[in-house]
């Protein structure tokens, strides 16, 4: 069985709400992970990073209040400092975040997505 589709959605964020619209404009019922409030676990971000071919802080929102008040901007912190603060305060993660055929793709813009369908 393949896993289904599944997007870390912000309902709040227009680039998050066009990457959900593109997905059932395709058919795609995706399952739909509000990150905020449920956050991937350490070994998920883990693996959505590897999915991505992406560092963790290609996957922060650097500009978030939390970002330098966490003191995250430095280069002296370990992978899993910077996984574990994303999953503490889910605030700092890009998004939205779609998982589909064994692939991961950041919706900014949301027609990123189209090239992991």
Same mark, same amino acid.
Do not use: W
């Given at each position: 069985?393949?896993?289904?589709? $599944?997007?870390?959605?912000?309902? $709040?964020?227009? +680039?998050?709400? $066009?990457?959900?619209?593109?997905? &059932? =404009?395709?058919?795609?019922?995706?399952?739909?992970?509000?990150?905020?409030?449920?956050?991937?676990?350490?070994?998920?971000?883990? =693996?959505i990073?590897?999915?991505?071919?992406?560092?963790?802080? =290609? @996957? *922060? /929102?650097?500009?978030? &209040?939390?970002? +330098?008040?966490?003191?995250?901007?430095?280069?002296?912190? /370990?992978? =899993?400092?910077?996984?574990?603060? *994303?999953?503490a305060?889910? +605030?700092?993660?890009?998004?939205?975040?779609? @998982?589909?055929?064994? +692939?991961?793709?950041?919706? $900014?813009?949301?027609?990123?997505?189209?090239?992991?369908?």
């Amino acid at each position: 069985m393949t896993e289904p589709t $599944r997007i870390f959605h912000n309902p $709040r964020c227009s +680039k998050s709400r $066009r990457a959900l619209e593109l997905l &059932t =404009e395709r058919g795609i019922e995706p399952e739909i992970i509000r990150y905020l409030e449920t956050p991937p676990t350490e070994q998920e971000l883990s =693996e959505i990073l590897d999915a991505l071919g992406r560092q963790p802080r =290609e @996957l *922060m /929102r650097t500009g978030e &209040t939390e970002y +330098k008040e966490l003191g995250l901007d430095n280069p002296a912190l /370990r992978r =899993e400092q910077l996984i574990a603060a *994303m999953v503490a305060t889910p +605030k700092l993660i890009e998004r939205p975040i779609v @998982l589909a055929n064994g +692939k991961a793709a950041v919706g $900014r813009p949301p027609e990123n997505i189209l090239t992991i369908l």
